[in-house]
Structure formats: C-alpha cells, structure tokens
C-alpha cells in the first residue's frame, strides 16, 4: 500500500469528527433559580430531566450554600438560569406541583413511589405516613415511609409537609416543625383541629347524610355541618357500618 | 497520572477508583468555570472518539455524559497546582477510554443472550460477514465507521484517538498506557484493515484484540 492510500484514509476518517449533540451540556449541567412563594421562597435545582433539588431559602445562608450543598449531593456543576422552569412560581402559590416535571433518578424505587403519592396529597389537607404506607401496598413499612419522606430532595413542592403522625403529634420536618407548621397554616390546614380529632380517636370522618367516610381534612367535610359528621377510629369500622370510601381524599389505612 | 502503568503491551487498565466529591480548595464556582471551558472546547472532540468507539450515537451520548460527570467529579477535588498543570484533552479522553472498556467488560460478563442483543457490539458480530449492516452508523451511512468498529480493541482505540480524537501519538500512548512504538504499530495494523479493498478487512479480527477477552 501506497503512503497516498494512507493519506486518502486519514482524511476520510477525520471526516467522521461529528459536533456533540446541542442537548449533551442539559445532561450534565445542572441550573438554579429564586423562587418566591407565599409561605416560603427557594432555591430550585433543574435540568431537562426535571427539579432534582429544592431548598427552602431561610435554612441556607444564600445561593453559595445552596450551590455548595447541591455539588456535594448530585456531583453536577450548577449554574445560575434566567428563571425557574415553567410552573413552579404557580405550583408554589397553588400548592399543587401535579404538572411539574421531577428529576428523582438519584432515589430507589420505594422512595419515588412514597414521594409521588406525597405529590398527590392535595393543599389544605393532611395525611398520616401510614396512609402512604397504604397507598404503596407497603402497610408496615410505615417507618421507612418517614424515612423516604425525610429524604425528599424537592420538599414544598413536593409536599412531604402534609404528612403528619397518626398519634395527634405534627411529626418531623428536615427544615424544622416550625415550617412545617407555617406551610400548613398557609394553606389553611386547622393544624390544632386535626391534630385534636386524632387525639380523640376520630382518625377517619363520616358524612352521615352521604354515608361516605373520609380523611379529616378532605374538602368534601368542608360543607358538611358539624351536625352530620362522625368520627371513625377505623376504616373498618366505618365500613361496617355501610359507609363508603371518598373517591376524592382516598382514605386508607386500618 | 491518568495512564495505567506501562509495560511493553497494552495492559488492560485496572477499574477506576469509586466517584468522590472530595472538599477541595478550589471554590466550586471556579471548578464550575473551569470544568464547563473543558466541556465546550472539548465536547466535539470526546463525543466523536466515543461514538466511533462504540458505533452507536446512543451508546456515544450516554458514554459522553457519564465521562464528563466523572470528570467533573475528579476536578472537584483537584488543588490549584492539579488544575493548572491539567492536560485536558488527554485526560478526558483517558477517562472516556477506561469507561468504555470498563462498560464492554461489564457487558461481556452478562449472559450471552442479553448481551448480544442489549450490545450489539462488534466483538459479538464480528466473525460473521457483512458487520458494516449490523451497525448503527451515522448520518452519511459511512462504511468506514462500520468497519472503524469491526477493528479489534486495541486498534480501534489507538486509531479512533490518533484520527478522530486528533491525539498526537505520544498522547494516544499515555491514554492507552504503552510505548509510542506499540501505539504506532496498532495503528498501522489498524489503517491496513481499513483500507478499500483489503479481503475482509475490518471483520474478519478475532485474534489479536484478546487482550481484554
């Protein structure tokens, strides 16, 4: 072979340089924005797969502990964005992030499944751990629900401040009780009510009139009279007495 | 060092050390500066050696993605000194190399039947005739990348680097961890079965690429 045939060679190989893809930096690096919200604003953490991150601001010193915090947790680079992603202004003022995309991929399959039922639990109202614990057909697991939980690395938005203990305690929160208790009275939850109900048993409520059984804080019994309501210790014991699940808050547990 | 240590073969490298983001003395933000100049004055270069190691634009996307974080992660924990005397373009492609290798041993370990079809991969074809068909090749439907991936191992390294990577020679061989010599031999015997007309070049290899099998 000649060096010619070489050289024809080499230059039909280099042809075969190709520019990397445009989207191949969204899969590396990610970006932050400032969001505020009613009760509470954050940092938020994005890339193309969705939010991985979110920090309520008053538990970090500024964006450079944010930033720090998020390097050490995730291993991505992060870089300021011109804005938070579509909807999470909204999300935050409403209290539902049901249409925000969410990054979890760091997280086991238990973890995404606890966190998405978190995602489903509407403003306003509230849930035992062992609800969730239900919902995922892992009754026991009612502890590493609490763990889960206490690992969700995009808290308000994905809103593990509405879950609270079955025993009339508010239960843990990673940013402290007294956000989680802020968050609530924020979007309207009677923390003391719920918490007093629990107390005195009624772990789940009954529409007399409708014969249906609910979550205390379902918005069903917002328009139900004080008259008509009934308080069940549990599920079964509702049920024994012909009353049947709301479709809407989807009481589950004992 | 990147490189493995030397002997007068190629040795395969040994696995990488676990990912750690260790407390550097380097702001992150300057970390974050630096590592995203390194990606945009290199990102053609590693994602074009990675697709035509592999042959595969997904499998070169993943691949790309993946070095770049563990780049990133290692220059987390870079000093000062480390990061100026950094030789970027051989280093990433040290890493994109290793990964590679590591990824196809990691494969080959699987049952057959899994990876012959999740890893369609020229060392699983590349005794049967008309490989260049088997793969998934580029836009302009290149010959020359079929057979680029129907190369044995070590060739196709040390050509993909040399011709599509850019790497001087001494470059390729501190990647691949051997002699120039060894490297420029690789590469002639790699530029021999590329060349049109050559009987069955580029899928008849099954001998020399062993190091690794």
């Known amino acids: 072979m000649t060096a010619t045939d070489d050289r024809r060679l080499i230059s039909a190989l280099s042809v075969l340089s190709v520019p990397a893809p445009p989207d191949l930096a969204e899969r590396i690096v990610a970006h932050w924005a400032y969001v505020e919200g009613p009760t509470v604003d954050v940092y938020v953490a994005f890339s193309n797969a969705g939010i991985s991150s979110v920090v309520p601001a008053p538990s970090v010193s500024g964006a450079g502990e944010f930033a720090r915090a998020f390097r050490h947790r995730f291993g ?17 003022r409403t209290g539902s992030a049901l249409d925000l995309r969410f990054d979890l991929s760091g997280r086991t399959l238990f ?17 035992p751990y062992s609800w969730i614990a239900h919902r995922i057909n892992r009754p026991r697991a009612v502890r590493a ?9 995009v808290p308000v938005l994905i809103p593990c401040h509405r879950v609270i203990r079955s025993d009339g305690d ?19 939850v009677d923390v003391d009510l719920v918490l007093s109900m629990v107390r005195q048993g009624a772990n789940y409520v009954g529409d007399d009139a409708g014969r249906v059984v609910c979550m205390p804080t379902c918005h069903r019994m917002l328009s139900v009279g004080g008259e008509r309501r009934r308080g069940f210790r549990s599920l079964a014991e509702a049920k024994a007495e012909g009353y049947r699940p709301c479709p809407s808050c989807r009481p589950a547990g004992r | ?55 595969r634009r997904h499998d070169a ?11 990133y992660r290692s220059l987390s924990g870079f000093d000062h000194e480390r990061l100026e005397t950094l030789q970027p373009r051989a280093w990433l492609t040290a890493i994109v190399v290793n990964q590679w290798r590591n990824q196809r041993r990691t494969a080959s370990r699987r049952p057959a039947t899994v990876s012959s079809n999740a890893f369609p991969d020229a060392d699983h074809v590349d005794v049967l ?36 990577g850019d790497l001087p020679v001494g470059e390729v061989a501190e990647v691949m961890g051997c002699p120039t010599g060894t490297v420029k031999s690789l590469i002639s015997r790699g530029l021999a079965r590329l060349r049109p007309g050559e009987p069955g070049a580029g899928i008849r290899e099954a001998t020399d690429g062993g190091a690794l099998r």
């Open chain 2, 129 to 164: 005739p008309g490989v260049e068909h088997r793969v998934e090749v580029h836009a302009d439907g290149d010959r020359l990348a079929a057979m680029l991936v129907g190369l044995p191992e070590r060739q196709r390294i040390a050509v993909v680097l040399r011709y599509i």
């Open chain 1, 145 to 153: 629900v609490g763990t889960a939980l206490g690992h969700n690395p």
């Open chain 2, 61 to 71: 996307e993943d691949l790309v993605a993946e070095a770049f974080l563990r780049a």
């Open chain 2, 1 to 55: 060092m990147y490189a493995v240590p030397t002997s007068t073969a190629c040795p395969a490298p040994g696995p990488l050390p676990p990912d750690k983001v260790l407390q550097s003395e380097v702001p992150a933000s300057e970390v974050d500066a630096v590592f995203m100049t390194l990606f945009e004055e290199h990102r053609d270069r590693v994602y074009s050696t990675a697709l035509r190691l592999t042959g």
């Open chain 1, 170 to 188: 508010m239960g843990q929160y990673g940013f402290g009780r007294g956000l989680k208790r802020q968050l609530l009275d924020g979007e309207g």
């Open chain 1, 76 to 92: 991505r680079p992060l870089l300021a964005a011109d804005g938070p992603p579509d909807g999470v202004g909204e999300a935050l």
């Open chain 1, 111 to 127: 973890e995404q499944d606890v966190l998405g039922t978190a995602l489903e639990i509407p403003p306003g109202e509230v849930r």
